[in-house]
């Protein structure tokens, strides 16, 4: 999809994206989206959400079009609502959200999850208690899939307060370089590559540290590069794979 996407605004070399190439170029993500929000998965929609406003912000897409489709994009999440498409265990996750300290029977295995990785972070203190030491985060039964959604507990739990600090320190660092790599690219097309990678990077981070710190709904979105997966990794190696392609070809 971001290449789909991308191939087709590098063909406009015009400072101000045209209306008609920013619908058109809705139409070209607004299927796949569909089709993940039908699945449902809005953790997924979101990510790619946040990788089409972005490049299209850079290509030259007014404000107000950006405004645009953040409506439709809450729109279309409020209509698989309202029509059921999102599962219960999904709307729970959302109510669960918004009661944290709920002590509801129905909602006491979604709160768990996320207050016990809180209470993980927040025992590690300044400089955690060492590696494969953390208590909360050793035992598997007190975060549930800790190694896929929420590897930062543990992160905060063995290393504290600076060993998370230097993850998001490594996180920027790969941040900062792909934005510079998109300012060196001698084309469009290498230019907006970059701008998705970063867009889905910046986000994907956000919405996995946001989520464990109780800050935004767990969704399952993986932590890039730290989370155990197999499509997760290979996903973020083929991204930076393309950002170094673009790097390669700067001076030609």
Known sequence: MLLTLVA??????????????????????GVPIALIILQP?????????????????????KARYIFMISVLSAATVGAALLTRLVTQYQLRRFTAFFNQNSTELELRDYVYQGRNAIRALATGGLYG????????????????VQWADFPFSAV?????????????????VVLLRIWRIAHLSRDLLGTYI?????????????????????????????????????SGIVTFFALIGLVQNVHMRRYR
């Open 129 to 144: 208690k060492g590696y494969l030491r953390g208590s909360i985060t050793a035992a598997r039964s007190d975060i549930p």
């Open 8 to 29: 087709y605004l590098a063909e406009d070399r015009s400072e101000e994206l045209p209306y008609h190439r920013f619908i058109v170029g809705l139409f070209i993500v």
């Open 41 to 61: 998965d809005l953790g997924g929609t979101s990510v790619l959400v946040a990788m089409v406003m972005g490049t299209m912000l850079v290509a030259g897409a």
């Open 194 to 230: 970059c701008v998705g990678v970063f867009t889905i990077t910046l986000w994907q981070v956000f919405q996995n540290l946001a989520m464990t710190m109780g800050v935004m709904p767990i969704t399952g979105l993986p932590l890039p590069f730290i989370s155990y997966g197999g």
């Open 156 to 172: 905060g739990e063995e290393f504290g307060l600076i060993g998370c600090a230097a993850l998001l320190g490594l996180y920027v």
